[in-house]
């Protein structure tokens, strides 16, 4: 079945650890983002890549880091420096980010910090 | 920056009742979408309505646009019990990167 994959689903880490979140998708889109959600918050941006090779900072990038290597794969990697990084990240993808802009979602990584 | 905003914020309502939502932004947009999230899990993509249209239907659903007032309204007719989510719009704004941005939702409890 095409669709995107996250994982792990739940995550702990312990305050000063990187962790690294994965995202890989089959259904050939060339567009990846990030998303955090916090309750009451909705869904802020984090990263975004339209092309492989090639990301761009969202509206709360500072502490998390991407790569774009394969088509198919968008890591998200929460840093150390990120200070509140317990949250519930999504990843989504679309065929382009073009005019269509319906995304596709996994179902999440729950990351709680210890 | 968030664009689209909800409202209500909790909706709770009957069985068989009609649940409606809004929506608000302060852009000009090229399209809206509404998702829904069940407690936990993804977003599923429900529908979208280009900044040219004014009324969409899909099953029980009918979203509409007015792009003067900068809002939107998704209407869930003769809600069932499995209608229990999140609801979120998004706006693409126009002239920009299409990245679409989401509100903070509306939490629609249907109490069967």
């Known amino acids: 079945d095409g669709g995107i994959t996250q994982s792990p689903k739940y995550l702990f880490r312990k305050e000063g650890q990187n962790v690294t979140l994965s995202c890989e998708q089959n259904?050939?889109?060339?567009?990846m983002y990030w998303y955090r959600q916090d309750p009451g918050q909705g869904l802020r941006l984090i990263y975004y890549s339209q092309i492989v090779n090639d990301f761009q900072k969202g509206d709360i990038a500072e502490g998390y880091s991407v790569s774009r290597e394969k088509k198919e794969s968008f890591p998200l990697t929460v840093t150390s420096a990120q200070k509140n990084p317990t949250a519930f990240y999504l990843c989504a993808s679309s065929i382009t980010s073009g005019r269509t802009g319906e995304l596709f979602f996994g179902e999440g990584s729950r990351l709680t910090v210890l | 920056s968030q664009q689209g905003e909800e409202d209500p914020q909790a909706l709770s309502i009957q069985e068989g009742e009609n649940a409606t939502m809004n929506c608000s932004y302060k852009t000009s947009i090229n399209n809206l979408q509404w998702y829904r999230q069940n407690s936990g899990r993804g977003l599923v993509h429900l529908i979208l309505?280009?900044?040219?249209?004014r009324e969409k239907h899909s099953g029980r659903l009918r979203v509409t646009l007015d792009t003067s007032k900068k809002s939107s309204s998704l209407l869930i007719t003769a809600s069932r019990a499995a209608d229990t989510a999140s609801y979120f719009c998004a706006t693409a704004a126009s002239g920009g990167s299409y990245i679409p941005t989401f509100g903070r939702g509306t939490s629609l409890i249907v109490h069967p």
């Open positions: 259904l050939n889109h060339d567009a």
């Open positions: 309505i280009r900044s040219n249209e």
